[in-house]
């Protein structure tokens, strides 16, 4: 996007680390754990203009959804996901597919 991009626009609530990008698409319909916690994934996240706010500003001014478009003709970023066994997730849990 020729400018730095804040993880912050994304409100992700947990991030993994060192998976291809879009990798979590492939997580739709499986079961996977973090933890002592089993998830499923449900649906892509299909990103809102949100992404397009300075995290510490507020104000708009980075076309995050047409990076998205344009460089991978999608929006999506992440993953919604429902807890099937609830538990605990700590910082240094990795992620497993089931």
Known sequence: MGMPVSPLRWRGNI???????????????QKFSIGTVVLEGVEPIVRCLATTANPRTGKRDADTLGALKDG???????????????????????????
Not at 73 to 98: C, K, M, P, W
């Open 15 to 29: 991030w993994i680390d060192g998976l291809e990008p879009w990798a979590e698409q492939s997580w739709l319909g």
């Open 72 to 98: 991978w003709n999608h929006q999506n970023f992440g993953l919604y996901a429902r807890v099937i066994e609830s538990g605990e997730i700590s910082i240094e849990d990795t992620l497993e597919l089931l």
